[in-house]
C-alpha cells in the first residue's frame, strides 16, 4: 500500500485527503491537535508538534511511508534527520525548503540566478534602513526574514524610527530584518508549478490574486488578460527556481505585475492559497498533484477546465457553525468547501469557488456565496 | 458539526468521503469489516454488520448524526427501527427501499404507475414459466426477485426445465422469481436523479452504460446521439419514479433502449455504478449529491463538464497492488480511482475517468488506462 505522510494538520493537509482517497493512498498526518482541520479528514493520524521526536517516530514507523512532505516549511532539521535516519525520502528536501522559510537566503538566491525582484537588502540598524530609504523614494517595505504570513511581519517605512522595535526584537535574536522596495504593482499574480524528483516540471495557468488586508480574499484563473507572452515568463520563472532550488511537489511564486513585467514577491513549497480554484478549475488539483510529484508518478494535465474560475476565501466573520449555511446556498454552481476549523474573525476557514464563462459574474457568485456561508446573509 | 451516518463499507462509502470533507461534513461509517474499502477514508468508523443491533446503536450514537443513509438497499428493518427509536432520519426510508430490494414489488409498483417495462410475472412453477415463454417468443429471462446484482440473480431460459434448481429454491423459502420478456434492445442506458425531502429533484444526463459478462465495464456520458426528447422522457421517468417512491438522495434508473424507446431495467437508491463519470464529469458529483439531498440541503448544478466523458471500471486482474501502476499511468488527462479493496478476478476495484472533445479518442484512453491500472499492459 502507498502511504504519505504529512507534517502539519491544517487546511492544506486536509485538502491533500480527498486526493489520496481517490488515488488509492493512504495519508498518515501529523496534527498538533485531535481537533486539527486535518484530523477528521486523514485516513491516520499522529497527535504532536514537529518538535516532537517521539511524535515524528511515530509519523515515519511501520507501516512505513514512502515519502515524508509537509504543508508549512516551519520543519524541523531534527525531522530530516530523523527521516534520514528511518530511510523514509523527505520531500521537498530541507535545502529547498529554507528558501520558503528564510526570505534573506530565498533574496540572495534568486539574485544569484538572476530572476527579477525588487530592490532589497538586509537591514540591522537604523542607518542601514534610512541608506536604502534614501535610494528608494523614502519609503520601503520592511519584513522579518522568517515566520511571516498573511501580512504579518511586514510593515511600511518611511522612517529609520518606524522600524525601531523590529530592529531592537532581531538585535535580541529574533529574527534578522530585510528592507524591500515597494513596488508601484498593477496587480499581484502567482504562478505555481510542480516538479518530481526524476525531473518532470507542469505549470498551472498564472493566476490574479486579490488582497484585503493583507490576506488574500480572491483568486482568478486564468490572469484576466493573460497573454501567451506572459504565461510564458512565469512559467519560465516557476520552473528556473523548481530546479535551481531543487523543489519537489508543488511551488508556488508569488509575483506583482509591475509595467508588464513580472517580480517575484514570496515562495511556497507546498499546495497554496492561490491554487485552491484547481481543485475543480484544473483537470488536476494542486493536492492530487504534489501527492504524485512526492510520489515521483508522471504528473497530471494542468489545463484550465473553464474560461474562468474564481476563489473566494471565506474569511471568519459572525457564522460559528459554518456548516449552518448550506441550506442557504442556493448557488447550485457554487462549490463550497468548509475546513473544519474553530472561526475567529479574518481566519480562513473555508473557501467557495465557481467557474463560467464571464468574470464579473462568476466573481459575483463566489463572492455572494462566501458572503452567505461567512454571515448568513444572501447579499 | 453536521454528521452523516452510513450503512456498508464498500466504495460507495468510501466516495461519499471525499465529498464529506470538502463540505465540512462529518461522515460515520458502518464497515463489516476494519479492512473494508470505506474505513480508512471515513471520517469515523464503526466495525460491525447492519443486522449486528449494538453496531448500528454505535453508528447512530452521540454526537448524533443528523441523517443515517446507506451504500446498498440491503437494510434490515431493525436498522429503520433503531433510527426512529433514537432520533436519527433514514434516508431513504423503508418504504422507498423495498423497492430497490425487492424486483416483484419494483415491478408492480412501476406497472401501477404506468411506466414503461418490459412484459412480467412472478413464476413459482414450470407452469408458469411455461405459459410466459408461450407468449413471448419462448424466451425469457429468469430472476431472483431479491439480492441480484452484476449479472447473478439472472438466467436466460428457453424451457420451463431450465429453471428447474430455482423454482425449487424459491418453494424452499429461498428469494421467489419472475420471469421478463427478453428485450431486443439497442443499448443501455442510464438516468440519474437525486431527490431531497423538501421536494427539489434534479437529474444528469442520461448515460450510456456497456456490460461485459454482465458486469458494467465502461459509461459514457451524456450517452451518444442522445436527443433533448430522449432526455426528456429519462428525466420524467427517473422523477416520477423518486417523487411516487419517495425516495430521497440519488436514484439510479437503468433502462434499455428499444427501438427508440425507454424501457426500465433496474433500480438503485444510492449513488451508482452509472454516476461515477460525475465526480469529474459533472458540476455536482452523485457523492456531493447524495449527502446534500438526504441533509435536504439545496440540490447542486447536475450538468456537464466536457463535451463527453467516459468511465471505465477496473475490474480486477493480474495486478496485485493496483497502487503500483501508478508510475506506468502517463496519460496526463486520465483520472484513476482506486478502491483499496483485495483484487479478485472481475471484481470492480476501481475506475478510470477520461473527458474531452471526441468520443473515439476519450473512450480509447480510459480502456488503455483501466488495461495499464489492471494488468501492467502499456496497450
Request: include cysteine; glycine fraction near 10%; hydrophobic fraction near 45%.
Amino acid at each position: 500500500m502507498t502511504r504519505v505522510a504529512v507534517v502539519g494538520g491544517g487546511q492544506l493537509a486536509r485538502m491533500m485527503a480527498p486526493a489520496a482517497t481517490a488515488m488509492g493512498v493512504t495519508l498518515r498526518v501529523l496534527v498538533e491537535s485531535p481537533e486539527a482541520s486535518a484530523a477528521l479528514a486523514a485516513h491516520e493520524t499522529v497527535v504532536g508538534l514537529p518538535s516532537d521526536a517521539d511524535a515524528v517516530r511515530r509519523l515515519l514507523a511501520e507501516p512505513r511511508p514512502d515519502v515524508v512532505t509537509w504543508e508549512h516549511e516551519h520543519i524541523p532539521d531534527a525531522v530530516f534527520e530523523l527521516a534520514t535516519q528511518m530511510g523514509v525520502p523527505a520531500r521537498p528536501g530541507r535545502d529547498a525548503l529554507l528558501f520558503a522559510r528564510d526570505k534573506i537566503a530565498m533574496r540572495g538566491r534568486l539574485g544569484e540566478l538572476g530572476l527579477p525582484m525588487p530592490a532589497w537588502r538586509p537591514v540591522e540598524t537604523e542607518d542601514d534602513v534610512e541608506a536604502f530609504l534614501a535610494v528608494h523614494g523614502g519609503v520601503g517595505v520592511l519584513k522579518t526574514s522568517r515566520g511571516g504570513y498573511d501580512g504579518k511581519g511586514v510593515r511600511m517605512v518611511r522612517h529609520p524610527a518606524d522600524a525601531d522595535d523590529w530592529l531592537a526584537a532581531a538585535a535580541d535574536g529574533g529574527p534578522p530584518l530585510l528592507i524591500e522596495q515597494l513596488v508601484p504593482y498593477a496587480r499581484e499574480l502567482a504562478i505555481q508549478v510542480a516538479r518530481r524528483p526524476s525531473g518532470e516540471v507542469r505549470a498551472w495557468p498564472l493566476v490574479e490574486s486579490m488582497q484585503r488586508d493583507g490576506v488574500c480574499s480572491e483568486v482568478i484563473a486564468p490572469a484576466p488578460r493573460l497573454t501567451p507572452a506572459e504565461q510564458a515568463e512565469a512559467e519560465s520563472i516557476g520552473r528556473t527556481i523548481a530546479e535551481a532550488l531543487d523543489v519537489t511537489g508543488v511551488l508556488a511564486v508569488e509575483m506583482f505585475e509591475v509595467d508588464g513585467r513580472l517580480v517575484i514577491n514570496e515562495l511556497a513549497m507546498r499546495p497554496h492559497n492561490s491554487g485552491h480554484w484547481s481543485i475543480e478549475g484544473s483537470v488536476t488539483s494542486q493536492f492530487e498533484q504534489h501527492l504524485r510529484a512526492v510520489l515521483d508518478w508522471p504528473l497530471g494535465d494542468t489545463a484550465a477546465i473553464a474560461p474562468v474560475t474564481v476563489m473566494a476565501n471565506v474569511l471568519g466573520g459572525s457564522r460559528e457553525v459554518l456548516e449552518s449555511a448550506w441550506p442557504e446556498v442556493t448557488d447550485p454552481g457554487a462549490k463550497v468547501h468548509l475546513y473544519g476549523k474553530g472561526v475567529r474573525p479574518g481566519r480562513k476557514v473555508g473557501h467557495v469557488t465557481v467557474m463560467g464563462a464571464h468574470l464579473d459574474d462568476v466573481r459575483k457568485r463566489a463572492a455572494r456565496v462566501a458572503a452567505t456561508v461567512r454571515d448568513g446573509e444572501q447579499s
